[in-house]
């Protein structure tokens, strides 16, 4: 049964304390032969794993039916695409984060492309509100003739409804192993006047929209200057860099309509063939 919220007792006065969202989801696939089926699923809390058919290998989608992220909640996801399977994992819809009065949001995020396996993680836009708190942890594990890729939107406020982050905390932390060597690491960290760190020149310049494409392969370093190549034209700042059998791609935009155009324009010509059907609708 769903146990996407839980009552927690009461504070002393008799104040009702903080309802508190938690989900799991572990995922697994395997490939036989050209086709890639589903090996292992669990849900828990908040979160689905819905599976549309069609696309290339197996494609899930994640759900998260508390209807976004508040103060202290924790999800955590774990996907394995196993020996030769192609596992995509999406979102239906951009993940709000929504303002917290003291507490921080836990997401922890762990996957792993086993020999010969393809993984992309490609959720849609994050979007977070003012005063909103986040920390996002990722542990990736990619064998040596394994291909991973990933593409992490951020909108920071929704300029849209005029609605900008002034206040919060932001955490990102990425690490990226190949055969058990660390090849990837990076955090980023805003907090407080998240408004005025954006608007210095050597931060963000005012924008409020950014993202980073990972790419781990085989034969990523070599696809440097296709990469760069499907930047030009764009409206965003860009730019790629490649070392360490990984090349990483990084957007800054004025706002996530923008951002989007550029992205989901890089990756279908990166991946060669469309985007997950989610991100259409």
Known sequence: MPASVVQLPLKTGGVPARQRSEGRVRIAAVAFGAVTRLADLAEGGALRARLPRGGAGLEAVI??????????????????????????????AAEKVYRSDGP??????????????????????????????????????????????????????????????????????????????????????????????????????????LATLLYVAPDAESRIEEARGLLEGGQCAAGASAWNGLLCVRWLGPDIETLRRDASSFLMGFRGHPLPRVWAT
């Open 104 to 209: 921080v949001a836990e997401i922890d995020v762990r996957l792993s492309a086993e020999a010969g396996a393809r993984l992309e993680w490609l959720p849609q836009e994050t979007i977070l509100f003012d005063r909103a708190r986040l920390r996002r942890r990722y542990q990736v594990d990619v064998a040596a003739d394994a291909t991973f890729l990933s593409f992490e939107g951020l909108m920071l406020g929704r300029l849209a409804h005029g609605d900008a982050m002034g206040q919060g905390h932001l955490e990102d932390h990425w690490r990226v192993r190949r055969e058990g060597a660390l090849v990837f690491a990076d955090a980023l960290r805003l907090t407080g006047d998240v408004a005025d760190l954006l608007a210095r020149r050597a931060v963000a310049a005012g924008n409020r929209a």
């Open 63 to 92: 759900v998260n039916t508390a209807g976004g992220v508040a103060c202290g909640d924790a999800f955590s996801i774990a996907a394995t695409a196993g020996p030769g399977a192609h596992l995509t994992l999406a979102t239906p």
